[in-house]
């Protein structure tokens, strides 16, 4: 089983789900020495097999693989469908109909099996957290668990659970907030302080990002006892990342200053650069992945537009920090600089 200390580098790419995360991407990760991640969310297990396969062809390196834990929820129907007539008006100006607000598990079963027939070297999950039994497999298999936690009790319960590492998550963190509860208002504990925190009473490896984009900010985490950082945002603009035109050039638009967190798209806590769908949706009720699903084709529309101020632009805080180079240059980067 991989030990995370054994990296040539403590620099983990985080999966970015919704075309961001390539398998070009991941092999780059991993070759330069971090550890590349395949985003396995919104796809289906026969996508994420050829992407699995992909990799493999590209680097023998380890790379891990991450995994949505969707539990059941339904949201306040009234709350939903008057979601639903508030976005008719955006539809129609992007010529889109909105989609079937439904819940699914995104192919949580056969997503399992594939893992444990094909045997990433690591497999994480947000949004939750495994019952034992598949921990358990998991490691059965040589495969190393992580869970995402953004709080102490997650980290306790996840470890509890047979969690064999951790990934803690801080709030500034773009795309999604990784917090078990839905419902709930992310925990706000700054990232350094909820990995001392974490660290003080786990007795497992522990990876930890949200907001990171230079190795002062790597060496910042890894002195408080991570065993790596994990990036995103600062391969949003990697020449093998697949991060879309419209979501490239937003982020190096000027009219651009901030991010903010969100429930408008997904009906899940994200982050992104604040625009202003984001800020005329800032009532948006809790209900994931029944928004995901009613809102994707406006989504796709406003990219298939060019419209940025109606698309889902993810970014952690540190976005202005993200630059075009080859994945592998701005991983070195993050440990050497």
């Known amino acids: 089983m991989l030990d995370l200390r054994e990296l040539a580098l403590p620099v983990i790419g985080a999966p970015m789900g919704g075309g961001p995360s390539t398998p ?64 008719e008006p955006d539809a129609a100006r992007l010529g889109a109909d909105l989609g079937d607000a439904r819940w699914d598990d995104d192919h949580w079963q056969a997503k399992i099996d594939l893992v444990l027939d094909v045997r990433p070297d690591v497999v994480s999950f947000t949004f939750g957290c495994p019952d034992a039994e598949v921990l358990r497999r998991l490691t059965g298999r ?31 963190a773009g795309g999604h907030r990784g ?6 208002d992310p925990d706000p504990t700054p990232l350094h302080d ?40 600062a391969y949003l603009l990697a020449d093998e990342a697949g991060t879309n035109p419209v979501h490239r050039e937003a982020l190096a638009d000027p009219a651009f200053t901030e991010t903010a967190v969100t429930r408008a ?15 005329e949706h800032a009532d948006a009720p809790p209900g994931y992945p029944h928004l995901h699903h009613l809102t994707a084709p406006l989504r796709a529309a406003a990219v298939a537009a060019g419209d940025k101020q109606a698309a889902h632009l993810w970014a952690g805080t540190g976005y202005a920090h993200a630059r075009t180079a080859p994945a592998g240059d701005i991983t070195r980067s993050l440990a050497l600089d």
């Open 24 to 87: 070009a991407l991941t092999a780059a990760v991993s070759g330069a020495g971090g550890l590349g991640f395949l985003a396995a969310g919104y796809k289906t297990p026969e996508a994420v097999a050829a992407e699995v396969a992909e990799v493999r062809a590209a680097t023998t390196a380890p790379f891990g693989l991450n995994l949505f834990v969707v539990a059941h929820y339904e949201p306040d129907p009234v709350a939903l469908e008057a979601y639903r007539r508030f976005l």
């Open 142 to 172: 040589g495969v190393l668990s992580s869970v995402t936690v953004t709080s102490v009790a997650e980290g306790r319960e996840a470890v509890a659970r047979g969690a064999a590492s951790l990934s803690v998550q801080g709030p500034h």
């Open 179 to 184: 917090t078990w509860d839905q419902a709930a």
């Open 194 to 233: 909820l990995v001392s925190a974490v660290v003080a009473v786990v007795d497992v490896q522990v990876v930890a990002g949200g907001g990171v984009y230079d190795a002062a900010g790597v060496t910042s985490l890894t002195s408080r006892g991570a065993i790596a950082a994990q990036v995103g945002t």
């Open 265 to 279: 798209f997904t009906g899940r806590w994200a982050r992104g650069l604040a625009n202003r769908f984001m800020a």
